[in-house]
């Protein structure tokens, strides 16, 4: 059973960065994809928008190994530990529209979507 850990959220002023944090633990072997999807305080993961996602163990997308979403091109930076099965979003010039839980997912290579319990992450002064 794939448990998915993130850590790393907290609050931050407008401007700031923080890093992210995936631990996966339990069987990764067959990940085939991983990344990040967020989702505002008081609303649910279902609601929420892809924030990046990075190919696994050698598998490639059309279009490269990674991908981003809108709100996160030019100011996070998705990136991995294969090693040691971590998964990293850095962010930076952050705004109080990131205000958000930001879950961490792992698609295998068969059967359902993995979700972590989510950070939360608070940008405000």
């Known amino acids: 059973q794939v448990q998915l850990v993130e850590s790393g959220g907290g609050l931050v002023q407008p401007g700031g960065s923080l890093r992210l944090a995936c631990k996966a633990s339990?069987?990764?072997?067959?990940?085939?994809?991983m990344g990040w999807f967020r989702h505002t305080p008081g609303s649910t993961r279902e609601f929420g928008d892809f924030?990046?996602?990075?190919?696994?163990?050698?598998?490639?997308?059309?279009?490269?190994?990674?991908k981003y979403g809108n709100s996160a091109k030019g100011r996070f930076t998705v990136s991995k530990d294969t090693d040691n099965s971590t998964l990293f979003l850095q962010m930076n010039s952050l705004e109080p529209d990131d205000t958000a839980v930001y879950s961490c997912?792992?698609?295998?290579?068969?059967?359902?979507?993995?979700w972590g319990q989510g950070t939360l992450v608070t940008v405000s002064s």
């Open positions: 997912y792992l698609d295998p290579t068969s059967g359902p979507r993995m």
């Open positions: 339990g069987g990764i072997a067959n990940a085939h994809t």
């Open positions: 924030v990046a996602g990075i190919t696994w163990s050698g598998v490639t997308w059309s279009g490269g190994r990674l």
